[in-house]
């Protein structure tokens, strides 16, 4: 049996990796920050054995060694998928608190891995169109092959502290592989906006993704006065991000390379007219219909060819993912 260790398994996304990992026919270790997290994805599956579904406690990634233990196993991983980041409500210091966690967290287990698990194959790395956007010049078209200029200066403003950690853990990956020469080759997973249903057992409604907040903002009524900016008009499903996590592992030719997954383009006044229309009984929760729409005429465009021909992925629609979204928050309570 093929065996996988994905770390940050009680995330929004890895949830999602892990359901796809267990239909894909994987034996599945994955790393959680606490005993409760972990037997709550153990109490969801309750239908899978536990050879093929275990977890191991990691409570600061960002430790040096963190995930020496993590990473042997009997029988020995083939692959690992890292979802896992550094979580924090506060950060005082940007370096301190976020950009050294986040190169730490991606480098340390890249050292745990060439020192004690000598047979895993290929690693992939959950990053994000954070590491490929330049806000402040924006390219005519986003694709992998580019980078966020972003500086370790810049990286100091807390308005820019997420892109900057992002982007340097995704450079630190790479540099890794390059410099040491592991046994195990690369792929990372580059995603925009994530929308999409949670995964119930996981989440609560204080808990939930940055970008699915907005949804949830909408469906609350809290956008109903002012519509907030849409900020990236860029967005993917997580069932596709999911996906393409483990494609990357599945497809020979992955290895190397960077993936940009986004489904294309949206806003948040898109979002709000696709509730209107599949949910009409939120109508009072919503911004009137004439707000102004904030896609720009020069919007820059996307290319996600690489995602489609390498990792065979398709995408969802806006409409269904925005309905399958409500219908989780919903379920939750919102």
Known sequence: MVKVLLTGGSGFIAAHVLDVLLEHGFDVVTTVRSEEKGRKIL????????????????????????????????????????????????????????????????????????????????????SSFAAIINPHNHAEVYSEKLWNPITWEEAQDHAQVYRGSKTFAEKSAWEFVEKEKPGFDLATINPPLVLGPIVHYLNSLEAINTSNARVKDLIQGKSKEKLPPTGTYLWVDVREVALAHVRAIEVPEAGGQRFFVTAGQFTNKQLAEIIRETYPELESKLPPKDIPDDLPANVYGFDNTKSIDVLGIKYRSLKDSVVDTVKSLLAVGA
């Open 43 to 126: 109490d969801a599956h309750p239908s899978t054995p536990k050879e093929k579904l275990s977890y191991v406690i990691v409570e600061d990634i960002a430790k040096e060694g963190a995930f020496d233990e993590a990473v042997k196993s009997d029988p020995p991983f083939d692959f690992v998928i890292h979802t896992a980041s550094p979580f924090h409500f506060n950060v005082q210091d940007p370096v301190k608190d976020f950009l050294d966690p986040a190169i730490k967290g991606t480098t340390g287990i890249l050292k745990a891995i060439k020192a004690h698990a000598p047979t895993v194959k290929r690693v992939v790395i959950t």
